[in-house]
Every structure is written in C-alpha cells, then in structure tokens.
C-alpha cells in the first residue's frame, strides 16, 4: 500500500501484458504519481521494452493535496500520508518526504526515457482556498488547503499542485509538464462525500 509498489506493480503488468513498444501513460489523481514513480526509477527496466511517447495526469497531486489525519481512517494511511501537501501550514508550504524525494529527484536529473511530452491537468470547478470537512458538515482547521494566490481546486487538488506549477512553492527545474490544461467544470470525483474536500 505505497505509491512505489504500485508503480513497481504498473511495471510488472507491462511486462506480463503488454507487447514492447509505444505507450501513452494516463494517470488519474494517484495513478499520475505512480506514473512519474515509474518513469523516474525505471522499475524492472521497463523503459527498455518500452518508449514513453507521453504521459497525461488528471486532477494528480503532484504537489500534494490537504492531508489531514481523519483521512487515514478513510483510506490506506500510507497513501493519504505519502500524497500529503499543504499551502496553508503555518511553516509555508509543506509536503510528504515521499513527494520531496520523488519531485526533487524528478527536476534534478534528466529522465531515463528522455525527454517527455507531459499534458498536465487541474480541475478549478472550486474556488474555496479552505479545505472542509464535507462528510460530517463541518469546517477543518483553516490552516489546511490551497494558497489564497491561486485558491482554484477539482474539490480534492489544488490547481497549482496538478499542474505541477513549482514556482508556487518557490521552486524551478527540469521535466516539466510540456502543456498544462485547466478547465473549471472538472471536479475530481462525481461522488458525494468525504472525496469533496473543498466546498
């Protein structure tokens, strides 16, 4: 139950089911993580039998998505915790030592595939920067949510952290996503509940 192992598992699916060749990686929320863990560690040396033409990520946390700790009672701890990333935290920006290794390593090196034509997109159906707590009515702690610069989110994740934008936590580098998409009818989940954590 961690990103790695499902990227290590995406990688042993190609390899039993997939004939080598071309592929295009479609990553929804986590599967976008998953992707980039694959393609950054080269899992059973997939990229091998395999060129990546592109990779798209929908509505993926790049950056994180305002964790809180009744969300591990809600699904794998490990996943919430290693998706964890806040712009509202009181020290400035925050994120998992997951995604600080996995992003740092990502725009530090040039990818084992090469170059990546990457279409990133972010859902802003919402323009609260506060996360709520949705299933039971109530307001969180303000401190959790996207920054009030840009407070567009699909109801889960903020804009800035699907579209992998850097810049808003102050950094920069390499293997960015080539084209960035943003629509505000895009919500991350059609269900009703916990997954809307954003009103």
């Known amino acids: 139950c961690t990103l790695s192992n499902g990227a290590t598992q995406l990688a042993n699916h190609l390899q039993t089911s997939v004939n080598p060749g071309h592929i295009i990686i479609v990553g929804y929320s986590l599967g976008g993580l998953i992707a980039r863990d694959l393609i950054l560690n080269n899992y059973n040396q ?29 699904t794998c701890p490990t996943l919430a915790q290693q998706m964890q990333g806040n712009y509202r935290d009181s020290r400035g920006f925050v994120w998992s030592s997951y995604l600080n290794d996995l992003n740092t ?14 279409l990133a997109i972010a859902g802003t159906a919402c323009t609260d920067p506060f996360r709520t707590n949705s299933l039971f009515g109530l307001s969180s702690d303000p401190g959790s949510g996207c920054s009030n610069g840009n407070p567009y989110n699909d109801n889960v994740v903020c804009e800035d952290s699907a579209l992998f934008n850097l810049s808003s936590i102050g950094l920069s580098g390499q293997n960015l996503p080539s084209s960035a998409l943003y629509n505000p009818g895009y919500s991350h989940t059609t269900g009703s509940g916990f997954e809307n954590l954003f009103v």
Not at 105 to 117: D, E, T, V
């Open 46 to 74: 997939t990229l091998s039998n395999y060129h990546i033409d592109a990779l798209v990520t929908l509505g993926t946390p790049h950056l994180g998505y305002p964790y809180e700790s009744i969300d591990a009672d809600f």
């Open 105 to 118: 390593r990502w725009i530090a090196k040039a990818l084992p595939g090469g170059s990546l034509p990457w």
